[in-house]
């Protein structure tokens, strides 16, 4: 299959030019100006728009069973709805119950991703530990391409990780060349301040963020961050929500510690009145955790990408529908955590960030696709539009606006966060290795197309310099 995507300005995260894109077998082949279109080639035409690297969200949960229930957006679905809004690659999340083998938790995992759309990977998450799971991490390394591995610092019962399993994950992983990333809130804060605050009679949505206030979001990101620090193991920190983690972060990063935040694009857009609406199920549907936070929570995490601090942005995209929420009705500690996003992330960015004036083009190609890649061992396969890079990317007509519904979104969920936003500046084309998958509303997306993408640790690179080192053959080395 050969494609060429013509008169258009390419966008990287490094630099811009007008330029064609022509790709073959999935590859990107030449970019290059007036480039030649093979016989038999499938010709798009840019109109004047940017090229851009397909989004990669690095953050999503489809159809994870979780507090009862089971998400709504399933993996082709949700890589589907992801590609109708220029996203062409997930990084999603196994999730292991406490004392589950891991390999086996993988492996269902990796059967429920076959479905997919567009190309995918997987953090592991560790949510117990015994020397299987220290066993388990080295396998996943070594033999199924996993670099990250996820600990979630809440959700004291289920599926938290305490200090013990920090620790010794954390360790692990370090000898392994692998990236930790962490749920930072305290778990027990969230667990005390949940019964006091069901103690008191209150039992709605509006209780939620009431339980999960910003300083326990910030004291588990800053004791994350010191764990790592003391280990000395790369940290990256997901759906960070409040000035507190962001202020943990930006500390941690000014002393050369290797910290990444991540920011959802709903927490920087949707803020803590949608839990005081009167109507419960949509209270309800805004349920997720970290909790959408005070209006100024939002100014600064914008600051924070803006100035660096905060390198990536995800969804988390993790759909319940109404009847699903309301497993909650009498309780909110009981409402399925989770809300969508995955189709509408780009969107809401590009306007509010780039129509903003908050980022140029360059910024938002790199906290929506190139970081991710970098960050998670993907590049430059992944986040760029280069010669041997995977021809996955996006044809954006920065006049085109559409408005955010339900009643219209491909998202396989009865609930929009951004319902009813008008944006300007969206996809009207979007490629997947080299194939067509969206093209001005017609959905083309083939189920099963998917691949899954091995991500290599850094320790093969690491352990041959490190090596080097000690052997004194730097000065070979350099002579090569
Ligand atoms: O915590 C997460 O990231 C998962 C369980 C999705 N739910 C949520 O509320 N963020
Ligand atoms: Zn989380
Ligand atoms: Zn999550």
């Not at 009813?420 to 998958?437: D, E, K, L, P, S």
């Not at 998917?450 to 070979?476: C, H, I, L, N, S």
Request: with cysteine.
């Amino acid at each position: 299959m050969t494609l060429l995507i013509r008169g258009g300005t390419v966008v990287n995260a490094d630099q811009s030019q007008r330029a064609d894109v022509l790709t073959e077998a999935g590859k990107i082949v030449a970019v290059g100006a007036d480039l030649e279109a093979p016989s038999g080639a499938e010709i798009i035409d840019a109109g004047g728009g940017y090229v851009m690297p397909g989004g990669i969200d690095p953050h999503t949960h489809m159809e994870l069973p979780f507090m009862g229930t089971v998400a709504s957006e399933d993996f082709f679905s949700g890589t589907t709805a992801g590609a109708v809004g220029g996203t062409t690659m997930i990084i999603d999340f196994v999730i292991p119950n406490p004392q589950q083998d891991v390999i086996e938790a993988y492996k269902t995992w990796r059967g429920w991703a076959e479905k997919s759309a567009t190309d995918y990977s997987f953090h592991v998450a560790i949510t117990w530990w015994d020397d299987s799971v220290h066993e388990a991490m080295g396998t996943l390394t070594r033999d199924f391409g996993v670099n990250s591995f996820k600990h979630f610092m809440a959700y004291k019962g289920a599926i938290m990780a305490d200090d013990e399993i920090l620790v010794n994950s954390f360790r692990r992983a370090r000898e392994l060349g692998a990236i930790c990333t962490v749920h930072a809130e305290n778990g027990e804060l969230v667990a005390h301040l949940q019964q006091e605050i069901l103690n008191q009679g209150i039992t709605g949505p509006e209780g939620h963020p009431m339980s999960r206030p910003s300083q326990v979001e910030g004291e588990a990101a800053n004791r994350a961050i010191r764990i790592a620090q003391v280990l000395n193991v790369p940290l990256y920190i997901v759906h960070n929500s409040c000035i507190e983690s962001l202020e943990a972060i930006t500390r941690a990063r000014n002393e050369g510690q290797r910290v990444f935040g991540e920011v959802l694009a709903g927490h920087l857009l949707v803020d803590d009145s949608v839990y005081r609406h009167k109507d419960w199920d949509y209270a309800a549907a805004h349920v997720m955790s970290p909790p959408f936070r005070p209006r100024q929570h939002q100014e600064a995490l914008w600051r924070g990408l803006q100035a660096g601090m905060l390198q990536t942005t995800a969804t988390d995209h993790c759909c319940f529908c109404a009847p699903q929420k309301r497993a909650g009705h009498n309780n909110f500690t009981q409402i399925p955590n989770g809300t969508g996003g995955v189709e509408d992330r780009m969107h809401v960015l590009w306007h509010h960030g780039v129509n903003s004036g908050r980022l140029t083009v360059n910024e938002f190609v790199a906290i929506t696709s190139t970081n991710a890649a970098k960050i998670f061992n993907l590049y430059p396969r992944k986040g760029v539009i280069a010669v041997g890079a995977d021809a996955d990317l996006s044809v954006w007509d920065p006049a085109l606006e559409r408005t955010i519904s339900k009643d219209t979104h491909h998202q396989n969920v009865d609930f929009n966060i951004f319902e009813g936003m008008i944006v300007r500046g969206i996809n009207t084309v979007t490629v997947a290795q080299g194939q067509v998958v969206y093209q001005d509303g017609d959905v083309r997306t083939v189920r099963g197309a998917g691949r899954y993408v091995d991500r290599p640790t850094f320790a093969p690179y690491y352990d041959a310099m490190q090596k080097a080192a000690e052997q004194q053959v730097w000065r070979a080395v350099e002579r090569v």
